[in-house]
T-cell receptor
């Protein structure tokens, strides 16, 4: 049974609009929530994180929101750019030193 | 500074053959990981090494073995390849757990 779910396998957004990628998890013991980005034929790269004591973290065009009671996090990209087209993995960790569990990914296409 | 390197980039094996996937990092990281990526499954942890001299099983270790040769190198061995091991394999390293740096991957096909 998957502990991390990304229910949208793909998402298509117009350039300049907002992209919202969603992630749900089942185990309330996770304290660190991450997003990784992956381009074709490359390894994933770390994008942004949030700890359980916060509900929002911003880094430029990227904002991650955490709703612990709903066991839900989301990644907002504003404004979306064609270079953002990639697969985005939600990932969780129980501590900052623990293993990371990845979701199945959402493929984002930003249309010029 | 190459980061994390993996060899080979591509490999085709016949069922029952063996091979070793090599991984090296030059960032002086303590922890290293092997993942496999399959469609719709995300990245699943095969084995990891929290520090030189230690290795632990991840989510899907069956059919694989690992060696942490030194702080830089972490290899993954398939003793008797099976078609179910057709996948893309990623090696990663980290100084602290959750921010991991990934290699470019090895695409393995087992026929």
């Amino acid at each position: 049974d998957q502990q991390v779910k990304q229910n949208s396998p793909s998402l298509s957004v117009q350039e300049g609009r907002i992209s919202i990628l969603n992630c749900d998890y089942t185990n309330s013991m996770f304290d660190y929530f991450l997003w990784y980005k992956k381009y074709p034929a490359e390894g994933p790269t770390f994008l942004i994180s949030i700890s359980s004591i916060k509900d929002k973290n911003e880094d430029g065009r990227f904002t991650v929101f955490l709703n612990k009671s709903a066991k839900h996090l989301s990644l907002h990209i504003v404004p979306s750019q064609p270079g953002d087209s990639a697969v985005y993995f939600c990932a969780l960790s129980k501590t900052s030193y623990d293993k990371v569990i990845f979701g199945p990914g959402t493929s984002l296409s930003v249309i010029p | 500074n190459a980061g994390v390197t993996q060899t080979p980039k591509f490999q085709v094996l016949k069922t029952g053959q063996s091979m070793t996937l090599q991984c090296a990092q030059d960032m002086n990281h303590n922890s290293m990981y092997w993942y496999r990526q399959d469609p719709g499954m995300g990245l699943r942890l095969i084995y990891y090494s929290a520090s030189e001299g230690t290795t632990d099983k991840g989510e899907v270790p069956n059919g694989y073995n690992v060696s942490r040769l030194n702080k830089r190198e972490f290899s993954l061995r398939l003793e008797s390849a099976a078609p179910s091991q057709t996948s893309v394999y990623f090696c990663a390293s980290s100084a602290q757990g959750y921010e991991q740096y990934f290699g470019p991957g090895t695409r393995l096909t087992v026929t």
